[in-house]
């Protein structure tokens, strides 16, 4: 590991010294952002409310779909590993596109704007949930689904009153991560014109309105720390 870490330094050409040589330069934008300008809140609050609605839409439409599809992935629902497996390196492949590069295409498919960012992260919490989905639901008891299909149940019946009574609290939980992940994401993708306070975020680096940025930023991290926050116990009380 450590043979790894000086190789990665000597081939990436990480030199600590560098940023220290520039430590003033940081310093005095961390000094103007710390004076944030607080009549820009006016105009970049409808634009934090976007970005949460962008995840918001994104995270339900995203998990919705991955439910649909991990039931078609989970061996103990289909039992034709052919179909199974191809749908699973469907998804793979899916779980492989990052946030920014979805964000990107999506952005040149359907133009600058919320959209573009919705389907990005539809996309993307898509890939996050799907695997925990299926996981899931191949850890459930399986005694429930035989006795639904022992009374002359279908496979219908058998999702419904024996497999989702189990996974329930795994599917919100497993979509309440993803809507923390999603705030923070759509925050990015912004930045590259997909909808949302990212988009302003980069006008007001651009131009180099520090005091504008450290308003955005503040307003950024305080939504952000009441939706974890807030996830984050919902999620513990729904384990328990």
Do not use: H
């Amino acid at each position: 590991m450590v043979g790894g870490l000086f190789l990665s330094i000597n081939e990436t050409n990480t030199s600590l010294s560098a940023f220290f040589a520039n430590f003033g330069q940081f310093a005095e934008i961390f000094e103007q952002m710390a004076k944030p300008d607080w009549s820009y809140a006016a105009t970049a609050i409808p634009y934090l409310i976007e970005t949460i609605k962008m995840a918001i839409l994104g995270t339900v439409i995203g998990s919705a779909i991955a439910f649909v599809y991990s039931l078609l992935i989970a061996r103990n629902i289909i039992k034709n590993r052919v179909v199974t497996g191809v749908l699973r390196f469907i998804m793979n492949i899916i779980r492989t596109l990052p946030d920014l590069l979805l964000g990107a295409i999506f952005v040149a498919v359907v133009g600058i704007g919320p959209v573009a960012g919705i389907l990005a992260l539809t996309v993307f919490t898509f890939g996050v949930v799907v695997k925990l989905f299926y996981e899931a639901i191949e850890t459930i008891d399986e005694g429930p689904s035989e006795a639904v299909i022992a009374c002359g149940g279908n496979k219908l019946n058998m999702i419904s009153f024996a497999v989702l009574p189990q996974i329930l609290p795994y599917f919100v939980s497993y979509t309440l991560y993803a809507f923390e992940i999603n705030v923070r994401a759509s925050t990015v993708l912004g930045y590259i014109g997909a909808g949302g306070i990212g988009l302003y975020l980069k006008q007001t680096l651009d131009i180099f309105d520090y005091a504008k940025t450290g308003m955005i930023i503040i307003a950024i991290f305080v939504v952000v720390l009441i939706i974890d926050y807030v996830s984050s116990k919902a999620r513990e009380a729904l384990m328990k």
